[in-house]
């Protein structure tokens, strides 16, 4: 193999779904996919992931495209809010899934760092680690006590794979209440919790944590390979790379999936309000990046019942010239509105697949242009994931914002952005990337719709922090 990888498999742990992407560097496109639902268990002692399932799928489709493709190395990305405990050579505790409900972790309160050292809000259940290893240690302790090492999310698919343990700053910067951004060092709740010397050495997401152990690569096929496997990356942050690394800032970026994340690069400073769900997440380089997130992907699913169908331009202006809109929250506790109680302007169950998208959509743009204007956003908007195929989003985006938005076709997203870690903190400077540029065709009445949505919110008891 040349010092350069150019075939990259990506791991790519996301809350709905996992995949498993080979990207070409070279030509900036992914190659294959595969890819699987990330599926809860409800067994054992909460509900947590499955990952010896994810692990074998992982393993099945390594194989599977080595049998068709030249692979390189191994880079990995993952979704915020986990992490894992290893005692031993496996894990001590089931990794948790962060929606679960940690009754009796109201103590945790008490010890919370203030918001001005962690720049990480209150979230619900599992979203602030914190609270998790605090819910494990005191409900499970003994099990607790077996740990060796702490792994943020990412880096546990590397140890896996290589058998090194690593933490990285990106996911521990992720609303986790266990990182001081300023500082770049763990915050005083480590410390105070004597969890310092559990969290294994910090990496950089760039560096090479080791080659693939042998009896992995004798199962996928490469035996006498060895195949560099890169330390890895949160998910959002991934998405992000890419644009660090190619434009000039002011700038925004929305990673889209189960969660919409906006960066604000170079805006207008605005003061972080952990009431709305601002905070600091870090990047690649363990820089402190403005940001605000919703769970935007998760509302549009429940919103479309997972079934959307493309409205007409006749069935979005019947749904703006009708009032019919949404809102938030739908996912109580998340978001720029987390002590609302959302929904439908109008009784739903008779509306078509079409009008529930039309709605859907434009409630997320609605919702994305709320958090990109706490967080001071300037410059164009380009986004990420599902929401860049989303056509009527991007157009109210693009209305409500009045600013350029971008919608990647290839060589971004986290899949590439994951990718690029191969190619090293110095290397890593991709030549720009396809996208579409929109010309974004106006929406007649999204203006009186958006300021129909504000009245509504006005009146909603509880609903402003």
């Not at 259940?125 to 290893?133: D, E, F, I």
């Not at 809109?325 to 109680?341: E, K």
Request: aromatic share 8%.
């Amino acid at each position: 193999m040349s010092d350069a990888p150019r075939f990259v498999a990506v791991v790519d742990i996301g809350k709905t779904n996992a995949k498993l992407v080979l990207h070409d560097l070279s030509e900036r496109r992914d190659l294959a996919v595969r890819s699987r639902p990330n599926i809860i268990r409800q067994d054992g002692p909460y509900p947590h992931y499955d990952t010896d399932a994810l692990f074998a799928f992982l393993i099945e489709s390594l194989a599977a495209f080595s049998t068709e493709h030249r692979l390189d190395a191994i880079s990995i990305t993952a979704h915020g809010a986990s992490v894992a405990l290893i005692g031993g050579e496996d894990l001590a505790l089931p990794v948790i899934d962060y929606e679960a409900p940690l009754e009796g972790s109201e103590a945790y309160d008490a010890i919370r760092p203030d918001f001005a050292e962690t720049l990480s809000p209150a979230m619900a259940n599992g979203l602030n680690v914190g609270r998790q290893l605090f819910w494990l240690q005191t409900r499970f302790p003994e099990r607790f006590a077996e740990t060796r090492h702490i792994l943020t999310y990412p880096q546990y698919w590397a140890y896996r794979l290589t058998g090194v343990a690593a933490c990285e700053a990106s996911s521990l910067g992720s609303h986790t209440d266990l990182w001081s951004p300023e500082r770049g060092d763990f915050s005083s709740l480590v410390d105070r919790m004597g969890w310092r010397a559990l969290f294994a050495p910090l990496r950089s997401a760039f560096d090479r944590l080791g080659p693939l152990k042998s009896d992995l690569a004798e199962r996928i096929g490469l035996g006498g390979q060895e195949i560099p496997v890169f330390c890895g990356i949160h998910d959002s942050n991934a998405s992000l790379l890419p644009h660090l690394l190619t434009r000039q800032a002011p700038f925004a970026v929305l990673s889209t999936g189960t969660w919409v994340v906006g960066f604000s690069i170079g805006g207008e400073p605005k003061p972080f309000d952990p009431d709305r769900n601002m905070l600091a997440y870090v990047d690649a380089f363990g820089r402190p990046v403005p940001s605000a997130l919703f769970m935007g992907g998760r509302e549009f699913d429940i919103l479309t019942g997972r079934s959307p169908e493309t409205p007409g331009d006749d069935v979005v202006n019947a749904v703006m010239a009708r009032g019919l809109m949404v809102t938030p929250p739908i996912t109580t506790g998340t978001g720029p509105f987390p002590h609302g109680q959302g929904g439908w302007s109008h009784p739903s169950h008779n509306l078509s697949a079409a009008e529930r998208t039309a709605s859907a959509s434009l409630y997320v743009a609605l919702m994305a242009h709320e958090s990109l204007t706490l967080i001071g956003a300037a410059g164009p908007t380009i986004v990420e994931g599902p929401f860049a195929r989303n056509a009527l989003f991007l157009r109210a985006l693009g209305g409500l914002t009045g600013r350029p938005v971008f919608a990647p076709t290839q060589g971004t997203g986290t899949s590439a952005g994951a990718a690029l870690l191969a190619s090293g903190r110095d290397g890593a400077k991709p030549q720009g990337s396809d996208e579409t540029s929109l010309a974004l065709a106006s929406l007649p009445g999204l203006s009186d719709y958006a300021a129909r949505w504000r009245e509504r919110l006005n009146a909603m008891e509880g609903i402003w922090p």
